[in-house]
């Protein structure tokens, strides 16, 4: 797949949404010793018409069959006999040309898709040609496309902000606007078309032409002719909270490749601003590259373990801070830091969040997160463009606390609690948060408006203001709730 090198890639993500990002860590594309067994088996299979064409031949003459002379398939021989068979024998293949021609694709990927489910892990996957760019580009935090944040309002995709020194930036597109149609085509949100769907249609090759039909308060419908380019994404923000008692915030979306430097340059504007206090914001945060979560633990951490890793066969091996990356006031606790987590905060979150509570160089605040305690490598299959996701590690944080939560094939907890536990639990139920998004909505690209009603932002200025004023820490609820979790575990008998 052009612009794909095949290397090692380390996933730690939980899963993906639009906007949202299933996890990775750089050097975890696996390069693939020869050929895979894959690509050795369809090799065997091309080699061999002659004999497969006679053994299936002979599997499907009935009479013989009958007079007991079966003949034994090899598993490969097993699917092949059943993909031919449904594409020559069933009654309503697909009308559409194009769709006629790309169904025997769709069944192998089915057929795989079904054999990697059967392993009755959720964060194993296979993933097409498509699905895998897809995750590569949301990995990078770079893609081809005009550079807007997009969101749904009136059934149809609202531009919640432009991208800086995007495409759309440059043509004046602006927060609040709604794309009608593109390329002529209608953009309109319903059960036939999603948001994914459309940002499909908007994004392409660098260098390709995209037409947007907008629709903005005040002025009849127009079109915009825009030149696709590569646009980086940005995935923080970051202002003063609170300039009164100089606190700040800075607000992590996901860990791609570019998020540990925005993050450093966020924290270096706002010390510029008289930061004396920093609300670290991880909600919502589904992980990213591991490495990435090494390097920004390492800017508030001076030392030691950020998380241990341990394969199925081994024992544990620690990835460690990278102290040329350390912030000195916040490794000291001269900037005192509060992180926040809900339970979207998954994975490279996790990992961050644990390693800072476990290292005592921050308070959390918010409710349990995750629970996503594995680690997965990706292996792309050869010439296919597609790739294979596999778990192979589990990881354990700084103080080798394993916080995995199982889950059932639908994502449903089974069993003891994980997640890492908040020093301070606060609580935001679905009114809160309907109530912030609302306020979102209605002031799209500002994300400062919600702020002032969420409980937890809240408890994070309280308990920053008490400890600029020169108290200590509350003491941690952790504890408490880590007793909870085990009374619970011996009442059930687990």
Do not use: C
């Not at 031949?57 to 069959?65: D, E, H, I, M, Q």
């Not at 959390?364 to 997160?369: K, L, P, W």
């Not at 203001?465 to 909870?484: I, M, N, R, T």
């Amino acid at each position: 797949m052009a612009g794909i090198t095949p290397r090692r890639i380390i996933v730690i993500g939980a899963f993906l949404t639009t906007g949202l990002v299933l996890g990775f860590s750089q050097g975890a594309i696996q390069p693939l010793k020869g050929k895979s067994s894959i690509d050795r088996n369809v090799a065997t299979v091309m080699a061999m018409p002659t004999l497969f064409s006679e053994r299936l031949a002979a599997a499907f003459r009935l009479p013989a069959a009958s007079a007991g002379t079966p003949v034994a398939l090899e598993p490969y021989e097993t699917y092949l006999a059943v993909r031919d068979t449904i594409m020559t024998e069933y009654a309503n293949p697909p009308k559409d040309a194009k769709a006629n021609r790309e169904w025997p694709n769709k069944l192998n990927n089915m057929a795989i898709k079904g054999m990697v489910a059967s392993v009755g892990d959720i964060y194993t996957e296979y993933w097409t040609s498509d699905e895998f760019k897809k995750q590569m580009e949301t990995t990078s935090g770079s893609f081809g496309g005009v550079g807007a944040r997009l969101d749904v309002r009136d059934h149809k995709p609202l531009i919640v902000e432009p991208i800086p020194n995007s495409p759309a930036m440059a043509k004046g597109l602006m927060s609040g606007d709604l794309i009608r149609a593109v390329d002529g085509k209608s953009a309109v949100i319903s059960p036939s078309q999603r948001l994914d769907d459309v940002i499909k249609r908007i994004k392409g090759e660098p260098g390709t032409k995209v037409r947007l039909t907008i629709e903005r308060k005040g002025s009849k419908p127009f079109d915009v002719d825009l030149v696709r380019a590569i646009v980086t994404s940005p995935v923080v923000d970051s202002w003063m909270l609170d300039s009164a008692n100089g606190i700040g915030y800075v607000k992590l979306d996901q860990f791609t490749e570019q998020a540990d430097v925005q993050v450093a340059a966020a924290i270096a504007k706002l010390q510029t601003q008289g930061m004396k206090a920093l609300v670290f914001d991880l909600r919502g945060n589904p992980g990213g590259l591991l490495t990435v979560a090494r390097d920004l633990v390492s800017r508030f951490v001076a030392e030691g373990p950020v998380v241990w890793t341990k394969e199925r066969q081994g024992g544990m091996v620690s990835l460690n801070v990278d102290s040329k990356r350390t912030i000195p006031a916040l490794s000291s606790g001269s900037i005192p830091v509060v992180v926040l987590v809900n339970g979207s905060s998954a994975s490279a979150s996790e990992i961050v969040s644990g390693a800072l509570q476990d290292a005592n160089a921050a308070f959390i605040i918010g409710t349990r997160t995750y629970g996503k305690g594995l680690v997965q490598t990706i292996l792309p299959l050869g010439d296919t463009g597609g790739a294979v996701k596999v778990t192979t590690q589990h990881y354990f944080t700084r103080d080798k606390h394993d916080i995995n939560l199982k889950r059932d094939e639908n994502g449903e907890p089974v069993g003891e609690k994980g997640g890492i536990r908040p020093d301070r639990v606060v609580p935001e139920d679905d009114k809160d948060l309907d109530a912030q998004r609302k306020i979102m909505r209605e002031q799209p690209g500002n994300r400062k408006a919600a702020i002032p009603i969420s409980k937890q932002v809240q408890a994070a200025l309280a308990v920053l203001k008490e400890k600029l004023a020169g108290s200590p820490w509350p003491a941690s609820e952790k504890d408490d709730l880590a007793k909870q979790d085990s009374g619970s575990k011996r009442e059930t008998g687990e």
